[in-house]
């Protein structure tokens, strides 16, 4: 039976979704494994087999397409453990990636991360600056060469290069993206003196305006690439030693997946990848329930990420910020703080306030209730002693949670440092993060000129459904939808994406358009969607591609994506986007900032999908609301409004239909996660098997 097997290594747990020709899906959980990732890959696999009464080659023999979803590059980022790369640059523009712009030192950080002087620092350097060589050349910005490349200067800066040890170049010469020339010409010659050497160059990675992004942007890509290439390559050789007869497919973070020899050397497009697969898999449920305005919430282990679905579509950022480098490579748009589900508690010296995370216990040594040498109080050991979690149905019952661990840690550095009992030092724990939770969400809506409370609110992820009845009820949101298989929903996501490929350039000009112009740059570009999705093996009939446009206001600094129209490009058509492009920088900077001046287009984007067949997914029918049939047990919960501990009943997920119905207070328990139905909260199962949740009628 041909199936399609989709995994996403996160932090805390790598998760796996199987779909078979049938529309089944099988899921399965491992604890992800940071000293070498795809041994999480393959266990995680390996637990779905059994649960379909297969072993690992079984069931990789009978996959014809294998989805992953990958932290490796944002890991290998984040610990500075990339490849030794240099750059050649144009002469005199050699510190420009080290000067970097005014706003990195506070790129990407949090509103209390920027009230600590101690975050204000620029990222550390990823290409030390004795590994820059300038190199004499210029053209100008309409492309023309003003200065030829002084070839026998660049051999020379290719083998100092080489000489100080490098493992990989990143070229990068001023507007190269009119007239990539220079690069070319620099980069043929490197990789013709030292061809075992993994050469980057700008107008491949991202030939697009903005000088330091660009830079910044070759620059990661040359550093990722080692660790990215390897890792990868390893997990083929895995995969296919256990009976995989198809390659890989990664996801990348605009969204969709790419081949896995595309992906090897294109490491910078996964950067921040990881939550993208929630984003596409709630867009892809959306349309089957009829949201088409959704917030996204994954709460898992390390990490809170919230992202937007507007109108049926991910919104898109085209300047990410990545550990403070600003780049040019479009993404999905995600927000993400330190709050989950291994978050450490602990108290701020000085004000003797408790806080909560960003620092996270991880998988190893992992909270202090795991027993397997974690000492420090997280939010799971507080759900523990709320009595939210059951210590013998952990994942199934598979791992035994320690109820006196967690009381231990949380008493020795909590409790007693805020003169509480532990109870209530748990209780504030969890009011913490789900308060932190709730104004992620504000931000990520309201600072985008949306309101939440018209958006359907979806929460997955670990922890999600464990929270998500408190910080859905604090935003507001008309609609709360916990997923079925919420707890691997990002690798739902993976599995419902499709190959893509965003093909992008600029060429500044101001309105009235020259409507011809366009038209010849947007064929070019789709031109080069559809070649690089053929080399992935997407038939051309398959293909079908979408036309967008950064544009702003002439003068200021910020563009704001505008989709085009299909179709001729004509005065009617660039009307509607430019009314566009004002509707959607009303809505997010104000109306009236820059109205009367003139408009400018500056980079064009265009984003092909190669279409492919899905298992569908069916609907069953609605039984009674009674869910009766799935209470197994009933246990002490701290519920606040309800003055404390007070009996709960206790419902197992797998065992609620269609039609059910849960009123508050209750626990939902699922192998893998478990849900909080808070007092005058109900929650109803849809015909999907996803639980909706009204939180209208309750808080905590």
């Known amino acids: 039976m041909d199936r399609l097997v989709a995994v996403d290594s996160g932090g805390t747990f790598t998760d796996c979704v199987v779909l078979d020709a049938a529309g089944r899906v099988t899921t399965a959980k491992a604890p992800?494994?940071?000293?070498?990732?795809?041994?999480?890959?393959?266990?995680?696999?390996?637990?779905?087999?059994?649960?379909?009464?297969?072993?690992?080659?079984?069931?990789?023999?009978?996959?014809?397409?294998?989805?992953?979803?990958?932290?490796?590059?944002?890991?290998?980022?984040?610990t500075r453990s990339g490849s030794v790369v240099g750059l050649v640059t144009t002469k005199g523009h050699e510190d420009a990636i080290i000067v970097g712009r005014t706003i990195q030192k506070a790129a990407g950080l949090t509103e209390s991360e920027l009230s600590n002087l101690a975050y204000l620092e620029k990222a550390v350097p990823v290409v030390p600056r004795p590994l820059i060589r300038g190199v004499t050349e210029r053209i100008d910005y309409r492309g023309s060469v003003v200065v030829p490349v002084d070839v026998d200067e660049a051999a020379r800066a290719a083998d100092e290069l080489v000489d100080a040890g490098v493992e990989a170049i990143a070229v990068c010469f001023l507007w190269s993206f009119m007239n990539?020339?220079?690069?070319?010409?620099?980069?043929?010659?490197?990789?013709?003196?030292h061809p075992d050497l993994l050469v980057t160059v700008s107008h491949e990675v991202a030939p697009v305006i903005k000088e330091y992004e660009r830079c910044a942007t070759t620059v990661l890509n040359g550093y990722l690439s080692g660790t990215t290439h390897a890792y990868i390559s390893k997990l083929q050789e895995r995969l296919a030693d256990g009976g995989l007869a198809t390659d890989p497919v990664i996801m990348q973070s605009i969204g969709g997946v790419s081949s896995a020899e595309a992906s090897k050397g294109r490491a910078v497009a996964l950067l921040g990848s990881g939550p993208t697969g929630g984003v596409f898999g709630a867009a892809a449920l959306g349309r089957l329930i009829g949201a088409d305005n959704i917030v996204t919430t994954d709460v898992g282990g390390t990490s809170f990420d919230v992202g937007l679905v507007v109108d049926g579509e991910p919104l898109v950022v085209g300047t990410p910020v990545f550990d403070k480098y600003h780049t040019v490579l479009p993404v999905i748009d995600v927000t993400s703080i330190g709050a989950g589900g291994g978050s450490l508690a602990?108290?701020?010296?000085?004000?003797?306030?408790?806080?909560?995370?960003?620092?996270?216990?991880?998988?190893?040594?992992?909270?202090?209730?795991?027993?397997?040498?974690?000492?420090?109080?997280?939010?799971?050991?507080?759900?523990?002693?709320?009595?939210?979690?059951?210590?013998?149905?952990?994942?199934?019952?598979?791992?035994?949670?320690?109820?006196?661990?967690?009381?231990?840690?949380?008493?020795?550095?909590?409790?007693?440092?805020?003169?509480?009992?532990?109870?209530?030092?748990?209780?504030?724990?969890?009011?913490?993060?789900?308060?932190?939770?709730?104004?992620?969400?504000?931000?990520?809506?309201?600072?985008?000129?949306?309101?939440?409370?018209?958006?359907?609110?979806?929460?997955?992820?670990?922890?999600?459904?464990?929270?998500?009845?408190?910080?859905?009820a604090d935003v507001g949101t008309r609609l709360t939808v916990v997923p079925t298989n919420s707890a691997v929903f990002s690798a739902f996501g993976i599995a419902a994406s499709d190959p893509v490929a965003v093909v992008q350039a600029s060429d500044p000009m101001v309105a009235p358009f020259d409507s011809e112009r366009l038209e010849e740059i947007y064929v070019a570009l789709a031109a080069g969607a559809v070649e690089e999705l053929g080399a992935n093996g997407v038939a051309p009939e398959d293909i079908t591609t979408s036309r967008e446009v950064e544009m702003r206001y002439r003068g200021q600094v910020h563009e704001v994506r505008v989709p085009v129209p299909d179709g001729p490009?004509?005065?009617?058509?660039?009307?509607?986007?430019?009314?566009?492009?004002?509707?959607?920088?009303?809505?997010?900077?104000?109306?009236?900032?820059?109205?009367?001046?003139?408009?400018?287009?500056?980079?064009?984007?265009?984003?092909?999908?190669?279409?492919?067949?899905?298992?569908?997914?069916?609907?069953?029918?609605?039984?009674?609301?009674?869910?009766?049939?799935?209470?197994v047990s009933e246990r002490q919960v701290y519920f606040r409004p309800l003055g404390g501990f007070v009996p709960a009943p206790i419902y197992r997920r797998e065992l609620l239909v269609p039609g059910n119905a849960v009123g508050g207070h209750a626990i939902v328990e699922a192998v893998d996660t478990t849900m909080v139905i808070h007092p005058g909260q109900r929650a109803e199962v849809d015909a999907w098997g996803n639980i909706l949740l009204d939180t209208s009628g309750g808080r905590r």
């Not at 072993?55 to 397409?65: A, E």
Request: charged share 20%.
């Open 32 to 78: 992800s494994t940071p000293s070498d990732f795809s041994e999480g890959v393959v266990q995680s696999v390996s637990r779905a087999a059994v649960t379909e009464d297969l072993d690992l080659r079984g069931i990789l023999h009978s996959t014809t397409s294998f989805c992953h979803g990958t932290t490796v590059a944002t890991n290998a980022l984040l």
């Open 180 to 193: 990539p020339d220079h690069e070319r010409a620099v980069a043929e010659l490197i990789r013709s003196r």
């Open 346 to 472: 602990w108290i701020e010296p000085g004000t003797g306030l408790i806080k909560v995370g960003p620092q996270s216990a991880g998988a190893v040594p992992g909270p202090a209730c795991y027993g397997i040498g974690g000492t420090l109080p997280t939010v799971t050991d507080a759900n523990l002693v709320l009595g939210r979690l059951d210590p013998d149905y952990f994942l199934g019952g598979e791992r035994r949670l320690h109820t006196d661990l967690a009381t231990d840690a949380i008493r020795a550095h909590v409790a007693e440092p805020a003169g509480l009992p532990v109870t209530e030092a748990a209780m504030a724990i969890v009011d913490i993060l789900d308060a932190r939770m709730a104004d992620l969400v504000r931000t990520s809506t309201i600072g985008r000129g949306y309101d939440p409370r018209e958006f359907a609110l979806f929460a997955f992820g670990g922890a999600g459904p464990l929270h998500v009845g408190a910080y859905a």
């Open 569 to 631: 490009l004509g005065a009617e058509s660039l009307a509607v986007t430019m009314e566009e492009f004002r509707r959607r920088y009303n809505r997010r900077y104000g109306s009236g900032a820059a109205a009367d001046a003139a408009i400018e287009a500056r980079t064009f984007v265009v984003r092909g999908v190669g279409r492919q067949a899905k298992p569908e997914l069916r609907p069953a029918a609605l039984s009674g609301e009674d869910p009766s049939p799935a209470l």
